[in-house]
């Protein structure tokens, strides 16, 4: 079992190494990484990782007016039973809206098409069907998924009602979940020491069958995003690497490379014996920090990717339909200049979903408060004249450009 710092720097370059080949349409075997017991499958490297290079271009130009054809706001409604402190996970599914307010309510609410509130998902409570905290949310299909950390299991909800189904994490606490299917839960985790693993492969009962750590270090982070794509596989990504991971019931697969990392391990090797406020620092504010990426948003012809190099903040853009990608300063934390003073949430077809409140308009420069108005006049008297203060947020959806 390889331990020592080095090693595991080696270990993760190797891979990084088989990636690049991969990328460069160079045909290769299955590589085994050299991992601890517990790590149990393999990083397969395919015939070759499709390269983004999200770096390609950087533009200062308008992100809503390179991109966006028209907005729609929704206000919600503003009641004792949907009271929204803070938005933290927003999806359509059908002519409903689905909000989550993980930090202040505890909550999942339903909205119709037009904001008018209808329901509430789960309780929030000591029963067996309830949960203890709303820690992270899945929507699939019809089927709401809660990760509860106070009681170290998955509660899920259909819908349309009925009874919840919950499945205990009997041995293992993970940061992030997913249900794949009826036998197997994905499961990812920070580093921590003695747990030598970044994702786990649970069985239905919430014990862990397999578990794999593509890249390591001695750091603790947050663990890696796990996202469906629109046709429907399920999606891994760590600021551990440059690459888009696909995660089968029985495999890890690299499949995107995003083109945006620098010097990584260089990076990581230079700080491994700073503190942590040290190392904090220089991972958000060095010019060389690594990648550090939020999200990937996915539309019926693009990619968004939320990722961060040092200070300065990205949407990058792929489309799917060609090589051509570019990316959109979103915010800059030395200069504390925010140009895209909102969040994308979810895609569907060719809208993008988010929201504004009163954070947006605090933040929005006038230029681009200036240069939206104008393009969509309707808006204006909507935003200026909404009480953000003491009304849930407003939903924007943004039809794309063709």
Partial sequence: MLTPTKSILLQSLTLALCLYACNNGTNSDAHRLEQSSAATISVEAGN?????????????????????????????????????????????????????????????????????????????????????????????????????????????????????????????????????????????SSYIPGRDFALAWLNADGTVRDSARPFQYSRSFPAG?????????????????????????????????????????????????????????????????????????????????????????????KDKNSDSSKSYLRADINERRISIPFTLYKGRGNTLITYFDYVFKEQIADVDKEWLYAKFPYAKSIIDNYDFDNQNPLVCLLNLKE
């Fill in 48 to 188: 070759y990782v499709e390269s983004w290079n999200l770096t390609t271009e950087t533009t200062n130009k308008n992100f809503i007016e390179e991109n966006i054809e028209s907005i729609k706001l929704i206000p919600l409604e503003t009641n004792d039973n949907c009271l929204i402190g803070s938005i933290s996970d927003i999806t359509l599914r059908g002519d409903t809206i689905i909000v989550a307010d993980i930090n202040k309510s505890g909550k999942v609410y339903l909205f119709n098409s037009e904001g008018k509130y209808i329901s509430s998902i789960g309780k929030k409570g000591e029963g067996p069907e309830e949960y203890g905290g709303l820690n992270e949310l899945q929507i699939v299909g019809d089927t709401i998924s809660i990760t509860d950390w106070l009681r170290w299991q998955i509660v899920s909800y259909p819908l349309s009602g009925g009874k919840p189904k919950v499945i205990s994490l009997n041995v293992f606490h993970p940061d992030k979940t997913f249900v794949l299917n009826d036998t197997t839960i994905i499961a990812a």
């Fill in 225 to 317: 995003k796990l996202q469906p794509a629109n046709d429907g596989r399920l999606l891994y990504y760590s600021i551990d690497s440059d690459t888009v991971f696909e995660v089968t019931p029985s495999s890890l697969r690299p499949v995107y490379a995003l083109g945006i990392q620098n010097d990584f391990y260089g990076f990581i090797d230079k700080t491994l014996n700073q503190d942590w406020p040290s190392f904090n620092k220089a991972l958000y504010t060095g010019n060389d920090a690594p990648l550090s990426a939020f999200n990937i948003v996915e539309t019926d012809n693009k990619w968004f990717i939320y990722y961060q190099k040092g200070p300065r903040n990205f949407i990058g853009v």
